[in-house]
């Protein structure tokens, strides 16, 4: 673990699955990422009110407000309070990419995700910021 390019970066993690959420949330903090981790899309709202994260990371499938509510809602923040946000979809729907790329996500990466691989591309989103 340990990488250092994402040491420092805000990340928001969104699942309504507790283990899932948290194994990401953990990975990310070992590797020194600032993360802040939510179980709801509504939550997700209040946290980029606070604090815009660098990187948000959402689940899509979740009750009540998904994750194409979610991202909807997020870009039509303005920018300052971080409604360009890089946002990376985690999806079990193989199908679902490109619905989600046209909703306003940057990446879409499959359930469970890769940790190592996902670490990496978080450092990328973050630089390009």
């Known amino acids: 673990m340990g990488s250092s390019a994402i040491a420092g970066v805000r990340v928001l993690v969104v699942d309504d699955d507790d283990s899932v959420r948290?194994?990401?949330a953990d990975y990310l903090k070992d590797c020194g990422a600032d993360v802040m981790s939510v179980s709801s899309a509504e939550a997700a709202m209040w946290?980029?009110?606070e604090v815009p994260p660098d990187v948000l990371i959402s689940d899509v499938s979740m009750p009540r407000h998904d994750g194409f509510w979610l991202i909807r809602a997020v870009r039509?923040?303005?920018?300052?309070?971080?409604?360009?946000?890089?946002?990376?979809?985690?999806?079990?729907?193989?199908?679902?990419?490109?619905?989600?790329?046209?909703?306003?996500?940057?990446?879409?990466r499959i359930k469970p995700p890769d940790l190592a691989e996902l670490t990496e591309l978080i450092a990328g989103l973050a630089?390009?910021?």
């Open 76 to 108: 039509g923040l303005p920018m300052a309070r971080g409604g360009d946000v890089p946002a990376i979809a985690m999806t079990g729907r193989l199908d679902a990419e490109e619905a989600l790329l046209h909703a306003g996500f940057t990446e879409v």
């Open 127 to 129: 630089a390009r910021c």
């Open 22 to 24: 948290e194994a990401v």
């Open 47 to 49: 946290v980029m009110s």
